[in-house]
């Protein structure tokens, strides 16, 4: 940027030899055009911060064509150079030139002090003597003097902008030239007399006269062209982002490219174009550098490097001054208004795309399908879809839109170029997948060369298809859908411009997506793509835990708990996994889960044992309005009975009730059985309990994890529990049976079905066949007990004192199973014993509770 503090004295400093190049003139090495428009806006912004006076004059050599002409060009650059030294030399440090074209000059008079008349004089004389002396071409030829003409314009009083001011001091110079003959000075100030001639009419760069001078050029241009691709592209390749987009292109797009620039800037010159043709290719330009991320500053530096080696070719032909200025006047304007129109179709791409996030989502009957239109409709856009998971590991259109809408939609619907969930699958490594298990966006700069999109290229490339953005789109409770959209051009979605806009564009599908309610999940872990990916490649491997009749140990059922099983080998338990998974990934752990669980009850049944399956059902999925269609599927399927499948209904209070309601009553409509965990708590409350009919109470683990620390109130949670399932009818399980003494209690409390280490931990399917279950339940049904929890148990069921009744029970001493019980050690238990015979001797309320307390608290102490 040239600085307006010092003129002349201060040089151009450019960031790089293109901007050099296209700033200064190429003969006389001064500030050229280019240069003068970028100075003199900021030379009269501090003209007017200062409140300083500024001149502004035009110079044209008397009678140089002629010269030229005569003595011919070298000798006439000769010439310009020599003046263009005297010229510095008599400026002065504080003033600047410039050489417009030809012959020429432009000068700058800053800071003129409170004498103006004096000091422009003065400046002026000074000026002139540049051309007082005789000019030397050589020792064999005469010397040579030449006159100057000068128009002045001041600021502020003649114009305060750049352009009023030069068209000013042209309309000065030109009556100066009129009275070449009879003016006071060699310059002129002033206004335009009314009887002086008129000026000259500006100049039409697409009239006849700017036409036959381009003729002229013509034969130049491939050179020209060259020159210019071979600077300003290995200028480009040094440059981050402009060599991102030149890296997309296929050496077919690449020869395309230079054919189709080539033939832009030879309709720029061509004689026969028009306004309307060269605005026309510019908008269709503008359009594609906006889309594809090229920047207006990088396109002015390109218009600008091209315009700089014109010049320089312009020099070198063999045309007269006046006519190279007809020439640079024509294509200086052609180039001004092809930037102009392209900057303004870069600037209308992009309010296109501003404009389809302004409008409010979902709004005045608008449909997701008319987003989708609408989003199509944006310049570039080839077509748009949004895709999901479905049942059988693959992801299916749900709607569409855009010209290649249906070309799309038959492709990514075909066994072989659908998109799937697997990624170890070609179908599975495309841009949608790895969105979907990434919860990140997703985008091909060039869709024919990316090794993601391999299997689709053949299919999408002659479809003019050249990149594509896969966005996941969150709904209420985790991302839900694929948002993806195809363009038309490389590097369509990659500038910061259209990145913004796809962010902005995700947040407006989450707005449209998100449901009434709101889920919460746990937050992403860095091995929640990776289980997500596992589950999706036949990494589930269901595990089984049977469930046992406590009074005969016989095999009840057995339920089925989910593994992932990694490539090494590892069981990865599903407190690890399950919080990475989506609502959707939780279907698919179930549709799998149960065909796992269905295959073996027909496994066992050709093998002559018939056996009953539990299967976790997410609430998600439950909800899910084709869930009883699924398992009815596959019950019929594998020919299985509905009742021996049983759905475990894991509660949750995010979900609406009655949505819940209407999904368990479709399927109890199937016949399967239905069982709730951790009765009481969600929606489970009694009155529900007792209207809907559910088949199975289970009585989560965590109910007995305090056991030891407050066994009395353990002991009262399960015996309620247990008390419910049997008022209302329902069988009851209990989990968490870890060990023998808790199977005690539980059995002493009336319980008759469990599960749990203490009788078999998740084990493989294979392993199911050899398993047998270690305990002997010969007593379970006799009131007999091997721990002091087991006593305990008995004592708080049949000898503690209940005030609200005013009968007690009193066991003989020779059938009181927990006397038995004590008696196997007498000595360890002597105070036990003691305060059992009191209690089973007491002939009144008082005398047996306070033998009842005594005896608790002892056994409390056992217990601890």
């Not at 709904?475 to 369509?492: F, M, T």
């Not at 872990?525 to 140990?553: A, C, E, W």
């Not at 994890?705 to 209990?734: A, C, H, W, Y």
């Amino acid at each position: 940027m040239i600085l307006p503090e010092h003129g002349n004295s201060v040089t151009l400093s450019p960031q790089d030899d293109e901007a050099s190049l296209a700033r200064t003139d190429p003969l006389t090495g001064l500030p050229n055009r280019l240069a003068l428009d970028e100075y003199l806006p900021l030379a009269l912004e501090q003209a007017m911060r200062r409140q300083q006076v500024m001149a502004v004059g035009i110079i044209d050599l008397d009678d140089f064509k002629s010269l030229n002409d005569s003595l011919g060009r070298e000798k006439g650059d000769i010439i310009l150079t020599e003046l263009t030294q005297r010229l510095k030399s008599n400026l002065g440090e504080e003033n600047f030139l410039a050489r417009l074209e030809g012959d020429e000059f432009i000068v700058i008079f800053n800071a003129l002090g409170d004498d103006i008349p004096n000091e422009l004089k003065n400046r002026l004389e000074r000026l002139h003597r540049a051309v007082e002396s005789p000019f030397m071409l050589s020792e064999s030829e005469e010397p040579l003097t030449i006159g100057m003409t000068m128009g002045l314009a001041l600021y502020p009083e003649d114009g305060k902008r750049p352009r009023e001011l030069l068209r000013k001091a042209d309309a000065a110079m030109y009556q100066a030239k009129v009275h070449k003959h009879d003016r006071p000075e060699w310059w002129h100030w002033g206004p335009i007399p009314s009887n002086s001639p008129s000026i000259e009419p500006p100049f039409d760069p697409f009239g006849e006269d700017a036409t036959l001078s381009l003729d002229a050029v013509q034969s130049h241009l491939d050179r020209i062209g060259n020159d210019f691709f071979g600077f300003f592209y290995a200028a480009l390749q040094q440059q981050s982002t402009p060599s991102k987009i030149l890296q997309c292109l296929t050496p077919d797009e690449w020869e395309k490219l230079l054919e189709t620039q080539a033939n832009h800037l030879k309709a720029l010159i061509a004689p026969q174009s028009t306004v309307e043709s060269i605005t026309a290719r510019a908008s269709q330009a503008g359009q594609v550098h906006a889309l594809v991320g090229v920047s207006g500053s990088w396109l002015t530096r390109a218009m600008s490097t091209y315009w700089g080696i014109f010049r320089q070719h312009l020099d070198t032909m063999p045309l007269m001054a006046r006519e190279r200025h007809k020439i640079m006047r024509a294509m200086a304007a052609r180039l001004l208004l092809d930037v102009e129109v392209q900057l303004d179709h870069i600037q209308m791409v992009m309010d296109q795309y501003n404009a389809h996030l302004s409008v409010p989502p979902l709004t005045h009957g608008r449909k997701k399908q008319s987003e989708l239109d609408d989003l199509a409709a944006l310049p570039g856009i080839l077509a748009c879809q949004i895709l999901r998971p479905n049942t059988h590991g693959s992801f299916s259109i749900e709607r569409s839109s855009g010209t290649l809408s249906s070309e799309l939609t038959r492709i990514l619907g075909t066994p072989g170029t659908q998109p799937l969930l697997d990624t170890r699958s070609p179908g599975g490594q495309g841009l949608i997948a790895y969105a979907w298990h990434t919860g990140q966006v997703q985008t091909s700069n060039a869709y024919g060369q990316d090794p993601r999109t391999q299997i689709w290229q053949p299919f999408f490339r002659p479809l003019g298809v050249r990149s594509a953005v896969a966005i996941p789109i969150r709904g209420a409770q985790d991302i839900e859908s694929i948002l993806v959209l195809i363009g038309r051009y490389p590097h369509q979605f990659a500038a910061d411009w259209i990145q913004t806009f796809i962010t902005s564009l995700q947040n407006r599908w989450h707005q449209i997506s998100v449901t009434y309610h709101t889920v919460t999940r746990s937050p992403e872990t860095p091995n929640s793509s990776f289980y997500r990916k596992l589950l999706h490649s036949n990494g589930l491997k269901m595990f089984v835990q049977p469930v046992i009749d406590l009074y005969t140990g016989n095999l009840v059922k057995i339920e089925a708990l989910a593994r992932l099983i990694d490539p090494s080998g590892q069981v990865i338990p599903p407190n690890e996994f399950i919080p990475a998974l989506r609502a959707s990934d939780l279907t698919t752990l179930f549709l799998q889960g149960l065909e796992q669980c269905l295959e073996l009850i027909k496994t066992s049944r050709e093998n002559g044992q018939e056996i009953h399956v539990a299967l976790n059902l997410p609430p998600s999925t439950l909800l899910h309005p084709e869930c009883a269609m699924w398992i009815d599927e596959n019950l019929r399927k594998h020919a299985v009975l509905p009742q021996q499948l049983t759905l475990e209904l894991l509660e949750d209070q995010e979900f609406d009730i009655h949505e819940v309601d209407r999904a368990m009553k479709r399927l109890n409509l199937l016949g399967v059985q239905l069982a709730i965990d951790d009765l009481g708590s969600g929606y489970s409350s009694l009155q529900r309990f007792s209207d809907f009919p559910f088949d199975i109470i289970k009585i989560d683990r965590s109910i007995l994890k305090n056991i030891s620390s407050d066994p009395i109130k353990t002991l009262k949670l399960i015996r309620t529990m247990i008390r419910i399932g049997q008022d209302f009818e329902r069988t009851v399980i209990v989990e968490g049976l870890e060990n023998m003494d808790i199977i005690e209690v539980v059995t002493l409390l009336g319980g008759r079905f469990g599960q749990g280490y203490a009788l078999a931990r998740p084990m493989p399917i294979k392993a199911l066949k050899s398993w047998t279950c270690p305990i002997d339940f010969n007593l379970a049904t006799q009131n007999t007990f091997q721990s002091y929890l087991g006593a305990l148990a008995y004592y708080w069921r049949h000898l503690r004192f209940d005030p609200t009744t005013p009968q007690f029970f009193v066991p003989s001493p020779e059938t009181c199973p927990l006397r038995n019980f004590l008696l196997r050690h007498p000595l360890e238990n002597e105070i036990g014993i003691k305060h059992l015979e009191v209690l089973t001797t007491s002939n009144s309320p008082n005398q047996y509770q306070e033998s009842s307390d005594r005896l608790l608290q002892w056994l409390l102490e056992k217990i601890r």
